[in-house]
């Protein structure tokens, strides 16, 4: 239904600038979509991610208190045999809604718009499956707290590095002022967050800005190019150094030799922390 609301806007004439805010369920549970997308993913063949038996022997007990007991647990889905008909369901989930992001577009191709209109697709947040013995949002580890984010300009706009990947860690807070920036409005002295015209323009721009991530309790952590940092409400920690570490397995926030480190990061989070 969202899909064709939107085509249906696409297909009309508008004389005046406007934005187009077009919202998906899926891949958000409860995972029901037509079979067609579950038969599109042979079970048999689908790699599940990376996953450690003691990977929760490192952190602190606020980090295991924030793994929600109504999900289930990795340890459940390998004895029951049920891991790969989860992935499974996320997959066929998430095969759904692009066939829908392609038809709004599809539409966007065929209208008047197309070379005039900024395209930002996003989510909210990520989702462990399977990682850190768990299937669920909720926590400041990477597998939840990063999240997708395409941003399209349209050929007037692009410059000559527009098209690509970029390493840059960016949060979504940085949305907004981004699309003022690109649409020529006055700036909004209130937002905290920055721009990424920069990156848009040249994905290897100079770029050295962290992404914080917040949740109840007094927890949050800071994403830089290289490390994670996690600090919660009670004080405690975790460090990951993703240059080594990407699956984030050995929380190095006890140990002497990163102290220097984590006073570096402590900082950042001082400075960057939003109230």
Request: net charge negative; charged share 25%; glycine share 4%.
């Amino acid at each position: 239904l969202a899909a064709d609301w939107a085509v249906e806007r696409l297909q009309k004439k508008h004389t005046k600038p406007f934005m187009l805010m077009v919202g998906f369920l899926r891949p958000h549970v409860p995972w029901h979509v037509p079979q067609k997308y579950f038969d599109m993913y042979d079970r048999e063949k689908i790699t599940t991610p990376p996953y450690q038996t003691d990977d929760l022997n490192d952190v602190p007990q606020a980090a295991k208190d924030t793994i929600n007991d109504g999900y289930p647990r990795t340890e459940w889905a390998v004895k029951e045999n049920q891991w790969k008909h989860i992935v499974q369901s996320y997959l066929a989930s998430i095969t759904f809604v692009d066939t829908k992001v392609g038809q709004v577009l599809d539409a966007l191709e065929a209208s008047p718009y197309r070379d005039n209109t900024i395209v930002v697709l996003w989510s909210d947040h990520g989702y462990h499956l399977g990682e850190k013995n768990t299937f669920q949002k909720h926590t400041l580890w990477d597998r939840s707290a990063s999240a997708p984010l395409i941003i399209s300009l349209p050929p007037s706009m692009q410059g000559e590095k527009h098209r690509g990947k970029t390493d840059a860690v960016v949060g979504l807070i940085d949305i907004y002022p981004t699309l003022v920036d690109l649409c020529g409005l006055p700036a909004n002295d209130k937002v905290v967050g920055r721009s990424l015209k920069p990156l848009l323009l040249d994905r290897e721009a100079a770029w050295n800005h962290p992404a914080l991530t917040y949740m109840k309790d007094g927890a949050r952590s800071l994403r830089t190019a290289r490390y994670r940092y996690i600090e919660y409400g009670d004080g405690s920690k975790e460090l990951y150094d993703h240059k080594v570490d990407p699956n984030e397995w050995s929380n190095l926030a006890p140990d002497a030799e990163h102290a220097s480190v984590l006073k570096e990061l402590e900082q950042k989070m001082s400075q960057h922390h939003i109230e």
